[in-house]
């Protein structure tokens, strides 16, 4: 099955700066690969995603790059806020979903003021 | 529209009893998901319904837990002699597949307690 590991666990950042997350997978099948943000005692909350086809997509203040040679991909969020403050959990499905997402562990985004 | 709502938000219980926690989709997505997530943890997939039909019931964690849907709505998670390892959040996702890979969106949890 798929393994998803993620890196930090904990990123502390000051205001203004960029923070990044990174995650690799391990299934060549996967091709969905969503990013999820989660406050305290909250629901996760997609905030970008990527396919397979594509290797780079932006949003805004956010950003994912997805490198399906080495089968990593990576969060990237500019200007940080202190709203950005939360756990982000990457993910990675493959095919029709059938399987369920599998996620990293998180990584809490600390942003100092 | 309304989103994925789950019941109840919080259940406490004694060891031993069982529990069912409950999904309502949102309407017209046909597949739905249900993970766990331990404290501070990521969240772990349980189990996966396309329709009222789950092609594979592996990832329930053993055989206390079990899962139904009717149709392409309502969905119940039932845990049996429920154990203090059982606590936990548990989190109901749903989808509309278009022959692709969906994005799923999460509903509230429910978070259990077994005492």
């Known amino acids: 099955g798929e393994n998803v590991e993620q890196h930090p666990s904990t990123l502390s950042v000051q205001e203004g700066d960029s923070a990044v997350i990174k995650c690799t997978y391990s299934d060549s099948a996967s091709n969905y690969f969503p990013w999820y943000k989660q406050e305290l005692g909250k629901r996760p909350q997609l905030i970008i995603d990527?396919?397979?086809?594509?290797g780079e997509k932006k949003d805004q203040r956010i950003a994912v790059t997805l490198n399906k040679t080495a089968k990593h991909f990576s969060l990237h969020i500019t200007e940080t806020q202190p709203e950005d403050s939360a756990v982000y959990f990457c993910a990675a499905i493959s095919g029709g979903g059938a399987d369920g997402l599998t996620f990293g562990k998180g990584t809490h985004l600390i942003i100092q003021p | 529209g309304a989103g994925v709502s789950q019941s109840p938000s919080n259940k406490v219980t004694e060891k031993g009893k069982d529990v069912e926690l409950r999904c309502d989709p949102i309407s017209g997505h046909t597949a739905l998901y249900w993970y766990r997530q331990r404290l501070g943890q990521g969240l772990e997939f349980l189990i996966y319904f396309q329709g009222n039909s789950a092609p594979d019931k592996s990832g329930l964690p053993s055989d206390r837990f079990s899962a139904e849907r009717t149709g392409e709505s309502v969905s119940t998670l039932t845990i049996q002699r429920t154990q203090q390892e059982d606590s936990a959040v548990y989190l109901c996702?749903?989808?509309?597949?278009?022959?692709?890979?969906?994005?799923?969106?999460f509903g509230p949890g429910t978070r259990l307690t077994v005492l």
């Open positions: 996702a749903s989808s509309f597949p278009s022959g692709t890979t969906d994005t799923q969106y």
């Open positions: 990527i396919r397979s086809n594509v």
